[in-house]
């Protein structure tokens, strides 16, 4: 049997798509590209090109393969977005993952890995808590909720066990800087690169603990295999929360570049999100978490050699009442 990871293509999915290949697992990739990049398919493992929401491409590839896991990391992440272009991120993130959980289901596949995130906690729940009634604020938190209910009542009618992850603020190498909408240790980078001033929606005084790569991904990976992280659900990530203008300074330190920041109006957002990793801790064991410091300063040096690359698609908006006007012309 072989290992499906869904979005392996993009830039947590190719590391763990990577790491699983250090374990020796055979590895399918299913990616439609539209926020990932060939070149961040790892050598060794099969590519398919194609989008989840293709359920008769899901159903092929469960009947050639056989997986005893899948790793679905596959989303159109856009947070903030999410608002605006509601049918199309319902249609990627939630009917998208359906596809893959009947497939999961009908080809009788061990486990399902999901990357959820800690949108579904919505505000005023700090630190959050695995403990916690998920309360979302916008469609995206709403689809990634959604999906992981559907697991855990497939779970208890056809069997298929789950792992759930609640990933926060992750960058790295291979991060999509390009992208005008999400993550925004790229986006103040590819500023940086550009030589503009780095953009932050109201006072920058909003909290998030930003989770370098090599904290969550090796996480997941084991989170297939390990019985201890069977059908639960885990916050993985940073402690240490920082306001988005500390990291603006932070990364303007880095570049050793003056910090020059455009103020844009407050957004429709959690003002505070960072949360609580006892649990992931006590299930697996964890090293020392990379400082913010090191991690900016190795996703630096990478951007530095590859520059900011070819710019994301930009999905089609179908909500324009309240758009920050800034998203209306993205950059």
């Known amino acids: 049997m072989s290992v499906l990871v869904t979005g392996g293509a993009g830039f947590i999915g190719s590391h763990v798509a990577g790491a699983l290949l250090g374990r020796g697992e055979p590895v399918v990739i299913l990616d439609d590209l539209t926020g990932g990049q060939v070149g961040n ?4 493992t099969t590519f398919v090109r194609g989008s989840i929401v293709d359920a008769a491409l899901v159903n092929r590839l469960f009947t050639d393969h ?46 399902f890995v999901f990357t959820s995130s800690i949108a579904v906690y ?3 729940q700090t630190p959050m808590t695995e403990a916690l009634t998920p309360q979302p604020i916008d469609p995206y938190g709403i689809a990634k909720l959604a999906v992981e209910q559907d697991l855990q009542a497939a779970y208890a009618q056809f069997g298929l066990e789950y792992v759930i992850f609640r990933p926060h603020n992750v960058y790295g190498e291979r991060q999509h800087i390009a992208d005008p909408y999400r993550n925004v240790v790229g986006i103040f980078m590819r500023c940086v690169l550009e030589g503009r001033p780095l953009p932050i929606f109201g006072d920058g005084s909003q909290t998030r603990a930003f989770s370098y790569i090599d904290d969550v991904a090796p996480v997941i990976v084991r989170a297939g295999f390990d019985d201890a992280a069977r059908n639960a659900i885990f916050n993985v990530g940073a402690d240490t929360p920082v306001t988005v203008r500390s990291l603006a300074t932070e990364i303007c330190r880095v570049f050793d570049v003056p910090c020059r920041i455009e103020t844009l109006p407050p957004r429709h957002e959690v003002v505070d999100a960072f949360s609580s990793h006892e649990r992931v801790r006590s299930a697996f064991d964890l090293g020392d978490p990379v400082a913010l410091a090191d991690g900016l300063t190795r996703m630096a040096a990478w951007v530095k050699r590859t520059g900011v690359p070819a710019p994301t698609d930009v999905q089609p908006i179908e909500v324009t009442r309240g758009l920050p006007p800034s998203w209306a012309r993205p950059r």
């Open 122 to 124: 919505g505000p005023g």
């Open 41 to 44: 398919v790892p050598a060794g």
């Open 66 to 111: 056989h997986f005893d896991v899948v790793y679905h990391l596959a989303a159109y992440a856009a947070e903030g977005l999410s608002p605006f272009i509601r049918h199309f991120n319902y249609t990627n993130n939630l009917v998208g993952s359906i596809n893959l959980i009947n497939a999961a289901i009908n080809h009788g596949t061990r486990r």
